[in-house]
């Protein structure tokens, strides 16, 4: 994701038209370019196909439709990256909360149990990262305790995993009389709200936009253009180059931007910065329960002008 500061408008600019979204976008404009440009030569010098005398009310019509599909495609896109989005908001709140009340409940002489929440629980965010993302890549998480139930080799769900050594290591507390009756009941509700914030990921993820609707967007976009520089070529002369290839800037980015933010945790430039956000997790979770942490891990955690991926 591209994290921007609103004064840096020009270097923001500069960033997304170097992204691959924006060459994709370039290379379709290229293509309109040429097909203006040979059917503005047609029209004024060598053809008539009478399509420059289409009323202009129809044109506007169909720009209306259009831009109401536009908004429509883009509002529901957003919803998507937003919902997305508030799932991590809850996961960082809740990973802090979850850290803050077994520092609270843990003795200060029990080093290893907070060891290991710290680790655990750091574990997690970059388990669903790449779950979401369709990696089994283990390498960003801390080992834990060993023991049969709490290998995360056993687990094709890796953020179930880490789920369950949490669960496991506060069942063995509980029974050892190290957390009360009330404590324990209080916990279950911050380790039940790590699933159900993966569980939202994963519908988010697993439910796209129907391709029907998607493939009707695209085809009246390229209707639309295909008519326009014949309604406008009378008025326009030459001019009808550019201003055709500018409204082709603007429908197209817009679809492809909605097309790339409704899949909110990939590895796009505008996707969700799950990386950072992990880390922020981690940093946090490990200040709360007094376990070092490198400093170089910490400076992972801060937002800047860059590309996360």
């Known amino acids: ?91 960082v709140n809740n990973c802090r909360n979850l850290a803050i009340y077994f520092n609270a409940v843990l003795p200060e002489g029990d080093a290893r149990s907070r060891e290991f929440y710290a680790k655990a629980i750091a574990n997690f965010p970059f388990a669903l990262k790449n779950h979401l993302r369709d990696s089994n890549n283990t390498a960003e998480l801390d080992i834990v305790e060993e023991g049969e139930r709490r290998d995360l080799s056993h687990f094709d769900h890796k953020p179930a995993g880490v789920s369950n050594q949490l669960w496991v290591k506060t069942e063995n507390l509980y029974r050892e009389g190290h957390i009360s009756e009330s404590q324990h009941i209080n916990l279950n509700q911050y380790l039940t709200t790590l699933m159900d914030v993966c569980g939202v990921c994963e519908r988010i993820k697993s439910t796209p936009i129907p391709f029907s609707y998607m493939l009707f967007i695209k085809l009246f976009i390229m209707l639309y253009v295909t008519l326009l520089p014949f309604t406008v070529v009378t008025a326009f002369g030459y001019l009808t180059i550019p201003a055709v290839v500018l409204t082709s800037y603007i429908l197209v980015g817009l679809e492809m931007i909605g097309e790339e933010i409704e899949e909110p945790f990939g590895l796009e430039r505008n996707d969700l910065p799950l990386n950072q956000l992990s880390q922020l997790i981690r940093v946090n979770v490990h200040d709360i329960l007094q376990i070092y942490l490198p400093h170089v891990e910490k400076q992972a955690a801060k937002p800047g002008f860059t590309i996360v991926t």
């Open 1 to 91: 994701m591209i994290i921007y500061k609103n004064k840096g408008l020009l270097q923001s600019i500069w960033h997304f038209h170097t992204g691959p979204t924006a060459k994709a976008l370039m290379g379709r404009l290229v293509v309109v370019a040429i097909y203006v440009t040979i059917v503005t030569v047609a029209e004024m010098h060598y053809t008539d196909l009478r399509l420059k005398d289409t009323p202009s009310s129809f044109l506007g019509a169909m720009g209306i439709l259009l831009s109401l599909l536009l908004i429509f495609r883009t509002n529901t896109a957003y919803d998507r990256f937003y919902e997305g989005r508030q799932a991590w908001g809850v996961l």
